[in-house]
């Protein structure tokens, strides 16, 4: 059998070929993920930066930790506690007392992620003047860099500053430095300050302030910005690679299985040939599976070699995109190369168990008559198969929309399930390519000549052709329109959520990062025929199940007859009106959520507090939040004002009121439309370039194997297209039959996507209705027509192509008709 293998991959190499490459490519592919995922566990130690050269810090409480039977439970603080007055006095008596201060800072034509400090704290990174001097005055400042320099005056939202000096760039931030007196206005409040003095008698001054930390050492980037940012993007390029590998190994096992299928398939004559001549189905299986395991391991080998190429170069694009930092490189893993390499052998065996099998069940009278036609592409398992794949998809569909429709708008529910629609249409497609391609070619059938009815004759005769070739594109377009469609919509939802809950007519925000002072919101509250409801962003944690601490999203309101006139919250239960100082609105994510029923809760600075229900709201996209009155929320300033009109009242006359009592400010008075589109939610960057990665894998992948099963097929009806040349039909006629088969292929494949696509997003919908949102399901039809375009192309290409290198040659010498 080997010897036969070994002939039959020198004369049919076209054939193998195309196994070889989709084999060798997925094996790639899950190499690469494999690589990624492997250096991604590997995170060293960060280092401190900006208090690299600091003795000691001391830093207020930030960590919320709640015993529970299963260990201490911890939450970061919405609002973390400064250090004691008390404790600040007896650090004094050690030595040198920094407070430290960090705010944004927005420049007109500066960079976007500028933040202030006061200029004592710049010796801690250690930051050193490299041009110019420290500043002096209130309105003169150093940067970092050198997108500005010394004289130079920049117009910023805390007025016109005078750059005095620069420091030099060090990597981990862009910093404006004000005097000490100038920073601590801008910023009154201060989470953490740095003491010159010995270890010991720090951690003596402090020993009894609660949840106060004296960090030295590596410790001291938890004073950082950010300090866990760098194994938050880790954990991130986990998920994100994690799905990405698992898009990837059903793509890969999809395309290769389909391939191997199609090879098999096309040598249907050959084996009748074969039984013909005394073969028994043993040795055929035998010969397709030692053909499988030649070429499963040159190709496996073949594919770990690109997937060591391409590794470093996906590495590149990750650090480039923002999504690992700067130092991540490709480590020297040995594992994924294991993985990859025989999952490729495994699915190269597993994709020729049913074609094999058929075949060699196959008699030879039968197997010759097959060879012509299709009359058999739906076997016993393909219905089974098919039909249970689909079944169990419909079926887990209603059970998540009965028990919790709200797990069908988490990412990783919406980027799994086409997979599942996919397979069990992909395996039933032969039922319906005969019916769709007569559908789609009846209007051509009707034009005056042949070419019409040509094309859906032959698509349709060729059901197992037509079904495998038309595969790749329905993965692309499923996968593009129910990944895309699904954020689209879940965006949508959640902007006509925002929208229906907005009752105010004006809406005040404060720049980011800072909040309106008192002086403001009594200068707000005094514009003639406005009605404001001044709000400040905080959190609530709550203790669910007795061990998970759950942090919750809070808006603070003034009080509720100020939160009735401005918004419209969507209740299932109790009344806005209730709210109070001593009671909270929740929503029917909590564990707890019955009007009346008290909650013991810990508020955004730590403190505990037992609250009375006072109104449950729908869960709708879910992270909707809760709403507590200012006492709850101590700490958070003001951050957005809604505004609504008193009766008969002027809006452009209360709209350049408002304007003017934020001007000092720098606040921003935006109508409803506006803010709504202003908030609007989008796809964020990590997701969006995960969306990118996933899809590109998905594209190029299911691209080339589209390339591939068109070469393959279109090298199995040479032929046939030689016997319409002597049936005289010109040169050019038969290509025009071959590009319109092509695109007709390609339709049937498209339309079997957009139905994955339909199902998929009709499922979100659903969801979204049980949760009590009413939004419109969004076809990304721009990016469907895209990829579709793109199929279309590479299909027409890789069919015309080599048919008119093959009919090049004498048409009587294509047939194998001897004179």
Known sequence: MLTVALHTLRTRWVTFLGSFVALSLGVALLTVMGLVLAASLDAPARTPERFAAAPVVVRGQDILRVPTPAGDRTQELAQPRAVPAPTVAKLERLGTVVEDRSFPVRVHGGPGDLVGHPWSTAAFAPYRIDAGHAPRTADEVVVTGDWAAPGERVRTDRGTLRIVGTVPDRGFEDAVFFTDARAARLSP??????????????????????GVQVLTGDDRRYADADPDRDSEALTAMNALFGTAGGVTAFVSVFVVASTFAFAVAQRRREFGLLRTAGATPGQLRRAVFAEALLVGVLASAAGCVLGTCGAPRLAEWVVDGGLAPAWFTIGDHTWPYHAAFWTGLVVALCGVVAASWRAGRTGPTEALREASVDTGAMTPGRWLFGLGLLLTALVTLGIALADDPGDLLHRKTYMSRPMLLITAVALLAPVVVRPLTRLLSWPPARLPGAMGMLVGENAAAGVRRTATVAAPVLVTVALAGSLLGATTTLNEAKATETRERTAAVFVVTAPDGTGFDERTV??????????????SSSAVYVLEEGAALIKSEARAVTGPEALVATTRLPLAAGRVSDLDDGSIIVNEEWERHSVGRSVRVWL????????????????????????????????APVDRVDVALADGADSGAVAAGLREAVRSADGQVLGKDEWVADTRPGTNRSTRLGLLLVLGIALLYTGISLVNTMVMATSDRIRDLAVLRLAGATHWQVLRLVCAESLLVV??????????????????????GLLSVRPTPVLPWPEIGAVVGACAFLAVLASVVPAGLALRRRAVELTGIRS
Do not use: C, H
């Open 189 to 210: 409040s201060s989470a953490q300050l740095v003491v010159d003095a010995e270890v010991f008698a720090v951690r003596e001054a402090v020993r009894g302030s609660a």
């Open 522 to 535: 009594k200068r707000l509250r005094a514009v003639p025929g406005a009605k404001v409801s001044p709000s």
């Open 604 to 635: 955004g600075d730590g403190t505990e507090r037992t609250l009375r229900i006072a109104a449950v709201m729908t869960t709708g996209t879910g992270n909707s939040g809760v709403y507590v009155t200012a006492a709850n929320a101590p700490g």
């Open 747 to 768: 339709a049937v494949g498209a339309l079997l996507g957009l139905a994955v696509t339909t199902l998929n997003l009709a499922g979100m919908w659903a969801a979204l």
